[in-house]
């Protein structure tokens, strides 16, 4: 079963910050979050990953609680092109571990015009 | 450099017939893993190799199968296949296992008829 949760669907004005939550209450200390994107019937899309930190890259920014249960994506002006399912994983990174990833059911963010 | 490439991208069966599907990871990536994702059960873990071994495996019946090659390309065959197979299989990889952001490629869409 997928160590998180996040809300089925979200909307978001077009040009407008879209920011998706999710909950990991039961995080290791050695698991990373990651944030991955399926625009419809395409290949996941990876965005971000982090541990304890906020990241930033070119898509998006991860801001991750200092309990670490819960962490938010940040898409900070969202477009047409963003509408997608967002999967929040995570998963244990250390050398020799499985690559399996356990994918839940992802939040539907439809950008608007 | 070169995402991860699948071939076939569609492919349409009949049932108790046998389907194989090939996936080049992106050059120097070793680790290849599988999924098949479904409406009703959404993205599932099939299997992942390292070094032309399978590391580890999903919850799927034995007539699903793979193997990978000297050069990390990887394929994966599903035997008497069944109206349930039906589905999207992606396949990831990444340089090695456990510690490296994996990526997908973009599918290949099986209809078993």
């Known amino acids: 079963d997928a160590k998180t949760t996040q809300p089925t669907s979200m909307d978001c004005a077009e040009g407008r910050a879209a920011n998706l939550p999710c909950n990991h209450s039961t995080i290791s200390g050695n698991e990373y979050v990651y944030w991955y994107r399926q625009i419809h019937s395409q290949g996941p899309q990876y965005i971000i990953h982090?541990?304890?930190n906020n990241e930033t890259n070119e898509m998006a920014s991860l801001i991750i609680t200092e309990d670490r249960k819960s962490s938010t994506l940040i898409l900070p002006h969202a477009t047409l092109r963003d509408t997608a399912v967002y999967y929040c994983i995570v998963r244990v990174e250390e050398r020799g571990a499985t690559n399996k990833l356990i994918f839940g059911t992802g939040t539907l963010l439809a950008v608007q015009p | 450099k070169a995402g991860v490439t699948q071939t076939p991208r569609y492919l349409i069966k009949t049932r108790g017939q046998q389907v194989t599907l090939s996936c080049s990871p992106i050059?120097?990536?070793?680790?290849v893993s599988w999924y098949q994702q479904t409406p009703g059960q959404g993205l599932q873990f099939l299997f992942e190799y390292f070094s032309e071994t399978q590391r580890n495996k999903g919850n799927f019946p034995g007539r699903f199968s793979g193997r990978q090659f000297s050069n990390s390309r990887s394929e994966m065959n599903v035997s008497t296949l069944e109206l349930g197979d039906s589905a999207l299989y992606l396949c990831a990889s990444s340089v090695y296992r456990g510690e490296e952001t994996q990526y997908f490629g973009p599918g290949t869409r099986l209809l078993v008829l």
């Open positions: 982090g541990l304890k």
């Open positions: 050059s120097g990536h070793r680790s």
